[in-house]
C-alpha cells in the first residue's frame, strides 16, 4: 500500500478500508503459519527416516487396492508422507497430523483428485486400517464433500470396501 497517496492516508470509508487491510493481514498470518507447519513436518520427517521406509513398504499394496476412477474423479496415494503435511497444510484440515498412524499402518489415507489434474485437490479419505470401511471424507476446511465427490466415494465404497469384504468372506 502506497502511504504517499492521499485517499490511502485519508480513505473516505475508513471502516471498509481497515477491514480489507485486515483481511489482508490475516490471511499473510494463515499463510506464513501454513508454510512453518509445512517446513517443521517435513524437517521432522526428514530426522526420522523410518516413517517413510514403512510407508513405502505399505503404499504399493495399498495403490493396488485402492486404484480407482469415475466420474473426473481419481484415488490418489500419496507417494511420500511429507504429501499429508502438504495435503492438511493445503486443505486446512488435520490430515498432516496422521503421519505417525499412517507410516504405522493404523490408519489409511488417499485423497481424492480431479482425474485429469492430480494437483486439483477435492477431498481426503480416511480408511480403516483392515479396510473395513471408510472412517472418514472430507473436504476443504474439514467441510462436508460437495455432491459429485460424494457421489464418487458411494461408488469407490461399493467397488473397493464393500465388494472386497464380501469376496474375502466368501
Known sequence: MDLCEKSNL???DLVGMHRNVSEQVAEMLR???ERHRIVQGTLKLRRDKS????WQKRRKAIVRKYN???GGMTIYVPQHLKELIAEGAAMHSCVGGYVDRVAS????????????DLKERIGTIEIAADGSHIVQARAKFNRDL?????AFVEEFKAVKIENRRERESA
Open 10 to 12: 485519508m480513505p473516505r
Open 31 to 33: 499463510l506464513e503459519e
Open 51 to 54: 516413517k517413510e521406509r514403512a
Open 68 to 70: 480407482f476412477e469415475a
Open 105 to 116: 499402518g493404523s490408519t489409511i489415507v488417499v485423497f481424492i483428485r480431479k482425474a485429469d
Open 146 to 150: 460437495p455432491p459429485e465427490a460424494r
